[in-house]
């Protein structure tokens, strides 16, 4: 008997690990879609901005600098300039 309860008491545990994690990796992913929303709503605005004459030109580009790099899934790097994705391959890697 007292096995029998331990063996419950272990499949509920996993189980709820489980569910757990799944909903961990759902809520990422939730995320991640709407970063990229708050992004494009970001550049938006700016574009906005600009034309209504809040932004200058050289503001407005400066914020789609550090934007787009994000809506395409990298990040910009300290000094500006585009860093890629860590999973994109440049021309050179793979081949020997």
Excluded: C, Q
Aim: no cysteine.
């Amino acid at each position: 008997m007292p096995s029998l309860l331990v063996s419950i008491a272990i499949l509920v545990l996993l189980t709820a690990a489980g569910v757990g994690g799944a909903v961990v990796i759902r809520r990422r992913w939730l995320k991640s879609g709407d970063d990229r929303g708050d992004w494009a709503k970001t550049l938006s605005d700016s574009k906005n901005f600009r034309d209504e004459g809040v932004l200058s030109e050289e503001e407005y580009r400066k914020i789609r600098t550090l934007v787009e790099p994000r809506l395409r899934g990298g990040a910009p790097a300290i000094d500006g300039r585009h860093r890629p994705p860590v999973d994109a391959v440049g021309p050179d890697h793979g081949r020997k």
